[in-house]
């Protein structure tokens, strides 16, 4: 019984992780290619950010206070930078959030007149841009998609509520549909992982505490799949951590600048 109890409480923590939602922060685009993965030194990469929008999109009970540390970076990098809090901290139907990120980077390209912004999405955000670029024709709006520790093709944690006796993810919508085998993730996941002309890139980490196996954070058909440990095998990286770990960061600004990703295993 106690181990029950415990493995309960460890689940509904688990859960409270999955909610991460945020503000806006807008770039344009055009792809980033698949590039070979290897460890770089201690040296930057200069990028192009000039005039360029970024929108960072939060997950799922994230606010967007929590992305402000990787706001300042992109603008410190000079792009200009809108932080999106997913509608109810992310909580509810995950299209429909996709459908109100839409509306978002409208008024972000109307705001700033950005042909193109780019996309920097945290966990369930990255399910939200990925809908919004596959279903609800956003691939003509969006360059670049960076992705961190999204669960791309589920996560064992959302079905673990259901294992443990507490109902289909305490009744929480959108990790409901971020459950491994889920029909939005079925709808999501037909056909082609990468349409349109977006350059594509995941990130993720082997200490991801809520996206299990973290290889379902990755992509197919032509995305760079980036994990930090692949390069830096020594750098401890949680599903949190991504938005503000500045290895994870060196990876991001490559993505964004079209060069070859080489993480820097020394970024602070």
Not at 61 to 75: D, K, Q, T, V
Not at 199 to 222: F, I, K
Request: charged share 10%; aromatic share 6%; net charge positive.
């Amino acid at each position: 019984m106690l181990l029950r109890k415990t493995a309960v409480a460890a689940t509904l923590a688990a859960l409270a992780m999955l909610l991460v939602p945020s503000t806006a922060v807008a770039a344009p685009a055009s792809p980033a290619p698949a590039a070979t993965v290897q460890a770089a030194p201690a040296a930057t990469v200069q990028t192009t950010a000039a005039g360029r929008t970024v929108i960072v999109v939060g997950g799922l009970s994230g606010i967007a206070a929590a992305y402000e540390p990787l706001a300042a970076r992109l603008r410190t990098d000079g792009y200009r930078v809108w932080i999106y809090q997913l509608p109810n901290l992310g909580l509810g139907d995950i299209p429909a959030s996709a459908r109100a990120l839409a509306t978002y980077v409208g008024q972000v390209r109307a705001a700033t007149g950005a042909a193109t912004v780019d996309v920097v999405a945290h966990s369930e955000g990255g399910l939200v841009s990925r809908y919004y670029l596959k279903r609800l024709g956003g691939t003509g709006s969006v360059g670049r998609y960076v992705s961190l520790g999204s669960p791309q093709y589920g996560t064992y944690v959302a079905n673990l509520a259901a294992f443990l006796g507490l109902g289909s993810c305490v009744g929480i919508v959108a990790c409901q549909q971020m459950t491994i085998g889920s029909s939005f993730l079925a709808d999501l996941n037909s056909g082609d992982d990468t349409p349109g002309a977006v350059r594509y890139t995941t990130v993720r980490t082997l200490q991801d505490e809520l996206v299990r196996p973290v290889g379902n954070a990755s992509l197919a058909d032509g995305a760079t799949n980036v994990l930090i440990q692949s390069a830096c095998p020594l750098r401890i990286v949680g599903h949190l951590g991504l938005v503000l770990d500045g290895t994870t960061y060196s990876v991001i600004r490559q993505a964004l600048a079209d060069a070859a990703i080489r993480p820097n295993c020394f970024a602070l």
